[in-house]
């Protein structure tokens, strides 16, 4: 809107001045006024180029700090996954985590098959399949973040904020609750410093292609998902990325 009326506004004063000129200006003193106009209109085609440029500055930036902040949630979310994998709950924050990380362990089992007889009534027999999980080591936990900066990935990039990490108990069906979590930051903190306008309209964002709301997060304290609230993009690039060091 603002460069419309800028635009608007410019051809306004240029056709106002152009009359004014034909209308008063000596042709002796025309020479000198089209000179000043030059640069009058170089000037404006400067102001209308940044108000081009800079909305498509700005998304260029703010994705390069999203993707850095998204890349810390998703440490964030695996840490907390394995933790419930040992605990069967979540981590309340970042020294429960790191505590874990460091002195903890995880199961390594084995899934086998075996073969069970049930009785079916009246001396009947049946054999089935029964599903048996056996539990054969145990792997220190540390072993899953070894390229992992577990202690540094609670701090929010770019920031001096840390995520804030909260956790909860969701019914996931009738009579049954599970363990939820959430770690996540404003997104004004990921955004100081950049066009106060533009930052309005991000925190008030909707669209699929956005990361919707005032938030970057991930997990949820409303349902059971272990989800972050980012678009697939930034999990494409993520894999494009990876792609691209393995050639």
Do not use: C, H
């Amino acid at each position: 809107m603002n460069l419309l009326v800028m635009i608007l506004a410019a051809v306004a004063v240029a056709f106002l001045l152009a009359f004014l000129i034909v209308k008063f200006v000596p042709l002796k003193a025309r020479p000198v006024i089209s000179i000043l106009l030059l640069l009058a209109a170089g000037y404006l085609g400067y102001l209308i180029y940044g108000a081009i440029m800079e909305p498509i500055n700005f998304n260029k930036e703010k994705k390069v700090r999203y993707a850095k902040v998204i890349n810390n949630l998703k440490q964030i979310r695996d840490a907390q996954i394995k933790y419930n994998e040992a605990k069967g709950t979540y981590a309340k924050d970042k020294n429960e985590l790191i505590t874990f990380i460091e002195g903890d362990s995880l199961a390594i089992t084995q899934v086998n098959n075996v073969e069970k007889e049930v009785e079916l009534g009246g001396g009947i027999t049946k054999k089935i399949s029964v599903r048996v999980v056996d539990t054969v080591d145990f792997e220190p936990a540390k072993n899953y973040f070894k390229d992992v900066d577990y202690k540094g990935m609670f701090n929010v990039p770019g920031t001096d904020k840390e995520f804030t990490i909260a956790t909860g108990m969701v019914e996931k069906v009738a009579g049954l609750n599970v363990p939820v979590f959430e770690a996540k930051v404003d997104k004004a903190s990921i955004l100081k410093g950049m066009n106060p306008n533009l930052v309005k309209q991000e925190l008030e964002a909707v669209e699929n292609d956005q990361i919707k709301g005032e938030f970057v997060s991930v997990g949820s304290l409303d349902e059971v998902s272990t989800g972050g609230n980012w678009p697939p993009s930034y999990d494409k690039a993520e894999a494009l990325a990876k792609k691209d060091e393995k050639k």
